[in-house]
């Protein structure tokens, strides 16, 4: 059973900066993807940004230009940098991997963004 286990989030003022961390239980070269979605009370998930084992980044528009993906391999780790934070990124954010037709989630990070 693949774990994935989220740290870094936290309470920070608006304009700050965090870096969400996911690490795997296996290698992240066994994944098809990998990402990030978040969820605010009372509204729908939302995909934040996801990297293929490719390579190939996607991010959504609300944190284009704010967010950058990477990952360890060696550390089995991916990794979700997060610049000038706003208020509405505030949302539990849970890391997911995809491997062939199964999909994996951590419990998810809090983040909380002040204005």
């Known amino acids: 059973q693949v774990q994935l286990v989220e740290s870094g989030g936290g309470l920070v003022q608006a304009g700050e900066t965090l870096r969400l961390s996911c690490a795997a239980s296996?290698?992240?070269?066994?994944?098809?993807?990998m990402g990030w979605y978040r969820q605010a009370p009372g509204k729908q998930r939302e995909l934040v940004a996801r990297?293929?084992?490719?390579?190939?980044?996607f991010y959504a528009d609300f944190v284009k230009g704010r967010v950058t993906f990477s990952r360890d391999n060696a550390k089995n780790t991916v990794y979700l940098q997060m610049n000038s934070l706003k208020p509405e990124d505030t949302a539990v954010y849970h890391c997911?991997?995809?491997?062939?037709?199964?999909?994996?989630w951590g419990q998810g990070t809090q983040v909380t963004v002040s204005s």
């Open positions: 296996t290698s992240i070269y066994s994944f098809n993807a």
């Open positions: 990297i293929t084992s490719g390579g190939s980044t």
């Open positions: 997911f991997a995809v491997q062939l037709n199964l999909e994996y």
